[in-house]
T-cell receptor
């Protein structure tokens, strides 16, 4: 089944303890992205990647790191989490629009992170 | 940066009627405009994509229009059903030959009552 898999689904951690949220897709998509969703603020892009070793900042990159060493994986790293990073996180992937297909983004099921 | 506006008030509609949602944006027109459906606690699900040179796109009971002069997209759900109850998000991508910097509106909740 074509999908984007995020882990973990739920995570409670303490301030300052480094954590990684994994994201993997099995569709050979070039584009991957991370979003956070907060009540009243909608989905905001953290980082995106247009291909292996190519990453760029979204609208809210502060406090986050990413890497794209393989096409299928795009982990999100919080080096020193703080309570304001408590949120619902989504990973997404997509084909290039150059394929000519009417193709949007495929989203993962989300990771609900709580930083205390 | 681009500002994307969707009606924040929930749209309550009776089963069988047509629901119409709006997405307005400021500044420059995007290369692609997309619509997604999101259920509570779940990831958005892609519905339709329309390009800047397209006026209308359809998929089953869904229809999207794109007016770059008005800087607006309309999203229609015809013959609505209770199963259509969800939040609908519009998303804009600015670039023409690549993409990645996709921005979302806050979404409009649709409630379809029997």
């Amino acid at each position: 089944e074509a999908q984007v898999t995020q882990n973990p689904r739920y995570l409670i951690t303490v301030t300052g303890k480094k954590l990684t949220v994994t994201c993997s897709q099995n569709m050979n998509h070039e584009y991957m992205s991370w979003y956070r969703q907060d009540p009243g603020l909608g989905l905001r892009q953290i980082y995106y990647s247009m291909n292996v070793e190519v990453t760029d900042k979204g609208d809210v990159p502060e406090g986050y790191k990413v890497s794209r060493k393989e096409k299928r994986n795009f982990p999100l790293i919080l080096e020193s989490p703080s309570p304001n990073q408590t949120s619902l996180y989504f990973c997404a992937s997509s084909l290039s629009p150059g394929t000519g297909l009417n193709y949007g983004y495929t989203f993962g099921s989300g990771t609900r992170l709580t930083v205390v | 940066s681009q500002k994307i506006e969707q009606n924040s008030e929930a749209l309550n509609i009776q089963e069988g009627k047509t629901a119409t949602l709006t997405c307005n944006y400021t500044n420059y027109s995007p290369a692609y405009l997309q619509w997604y459906r999101q259920d509570p606690g779940r990831g958005p699900v892609f519905l339709l994509l329309i390009r800047e040179n397209e006026k209308e796109k359809r998929k089953e009971r869904l229809k999207v229009t794109f007016d770059t002069t008005l800087k607006q997209s309309l999203f229609h759900i015809t013959a609505s059903q209770p199963a259509d109850s969800a939040t609908y998000l519009c998303a804009l991508d600015m670039t023409t030959d690549s993409w990645g910097k996709l921005q979302f509106g806050a979404g409009t909740q649709v409630v379809v009552t029997p």
